[in-house]
């Protein structure tokens, strides 16, 4: 599976960003897909994460209440839109899989599958 990340770049405080996620070589529908970034000289982060029938979400504090995840199987392809950009949101944003598929999880070593990252950056 070619986990493919798109929508990031330089946006300012306020704004908003869909990042999208593709995959090719499987179909995704059956696994979990999380979103994780990860800010210069910090640890990576989970962001957000939905399972495969999209009934189960999660969101890290940092961005619940701004943020939606949710997935399009027919495009093979996940979502993130955050809102109400921050400067500490910038970061380098990842997609990844997950399976068996029917929880969220924040165990980035739970995940097989990752993208190359989009970079997300909120200027003040």
């Known amino acids: 599976v070619h986990l493919v990340e798109s929508g990031g770049g330089l946006v300012q405080a306020g704004g908003s960003l869909r990042l999208s996620c593709t995959a090719s070589?499987?179909?995704?529908?059956?696994?979990?897909m999380g979103w994780f970034r990860q800010a210069p000289g910090k640890e990576r982060e989970y962001v957000s994460g939905?399972?495969?029938?999209?009934?189960?979400?999660y969101y890290a504090d940092s961005v619940r209440g701004r943020s939606t995840i949710s997935r399009e199987h027919v495009k093979n392809t996940v979502y993130l839109q955050i809102n109400s950009l921050k400067p500490e949101d910038t970061a380098v944003y990842y997609c990844?899989?997950?399976?068996?598929?029917?929880?969220?999880?924040?165990?980035?070593?739970?995940?097989?599958?990752w993208g190359q990252g989009t970079q997300v950056t909120v200027s003040s």
């Open positions: 990844a899989a997950r399976f068996p598929g029917n929880s969220v999880s924040s165990n980035m070593a739970e995940y097989t599958y």
């Open positions: 070589g499987r179909t995704l529908s059956s696994y979990a």
């Open positions: 939905v399972n495969w029938r999209g009934d189960r979400t």
